[in-house]
């Protein structure tokens, strides 16, 4: 099956600095989408991506769907410690065998913002 | 609207002992699933649903079952727990079928099985 590498596993930052994360696939998707999940809490959608190229922003948060599609990188600004939680990167592929209605989902990326 | 119910929150099972996981959503929304989540895994998809009546196998179905009786619910069932099921489930849910729009998750159930 499809599978995609997130990296870095874990971050810890001072607050006020920047923040990258990024996740790359052998495999294209034809969206793909950031999630962030606070302790004990269910997956929130940040940014959700549907063309190749497009950059999207939601507050400090930049998003862009790689060229290739088979990569997306997320961008944090100025964090700040509500920051903290892992964020996950997921895909979708359109393609046959049901495979629309399935996300594939990243390991996760820990986030510690040191106040 | 509740948004995506779950329940319990946690549960202790014994190895062989069958349970069923709970999971409700009032946003009239086609399609629902059931993800695991363990440490540095990520989330692996187990069964989804994309309408009431139709069911299909994710990533890592094996001892799962669901069914889709109504489109509000959608339960998990383990019919005989194994330790490897220890694990936080979560249940998700989405307006459309090709998941366009925002899946929304619930707030998880946390399994041990002894």
């Known amino acids: 099956g499809q599978q995609l590498n997130q990296s870095p596993q874990s971050m810890f930052i001072q607050e006020g600095e920047d923040v990258s994360m990024n996740c790359t696939s052998s495999s294209i998707f034809n969206t793909w989408l950031w999630y962030k999940q606070d302790p004990g809490e269910g997956p929130v959608l940040l940014i959700a991506l549907y063309k190749a190229g497009e950059l999207t922003s939601n507050g400090r948060l930049t998003a862009q769907f790689g060229i290739t599609r088979k990569d997306s990188f997320l961008n944090i600004s100025a964090s700040i410690p509500s920051d903290v939680g892992i964020y996950f990167c997921?895909?979708?592929?359109f393609g046959s065998g049901g495979s629309n209605y399935k996300l594939t989902f990243g390991k996760g990326t820990l986030l510690t913002v040191n106040p | 609207n509740a948004g995506v119910t779950q329940t319990p929150k946690f549960q202790v099972l014994k190895t062989g002992q069958s349970m069923t996981l709970q999971c409700a959503q009032d946003?009239?929304?086609?399609?629902m699933s059931w993800y695991r989540q363990d440490p540095g895994m990520g989330l692996r998809l187990i069964h989804y649903?994309?309408?009431?009546?139709?069911?299909d196998q994710g990533e890592v179905p094996n001892g799962y079952n669901v069914s889709r009786s109504t489109t509000e619910d959608f339960p998990l069932r383990l019919l005989s727990a194994a330790p490897s099921q220890t694990s936080v489930y979560f249940c998700?849910?989405?307006?459309?079928?090709?998941?366009?729009?925002?899946?929304?998750f619930g707030p998880g159930t946390r399994l041990t099985v002894l």
């Open positions: 946003m009239n929304h086609e399609y």
């Open positions: 998700a849910s989405s307006k459309d079928r090709d998941l366009t729009d925002t899946q929304y």
């Open positions: 649903s994309v309408g009431a009546g139709i069911t």
């Open positions: 997921a895909g979708q592929f």
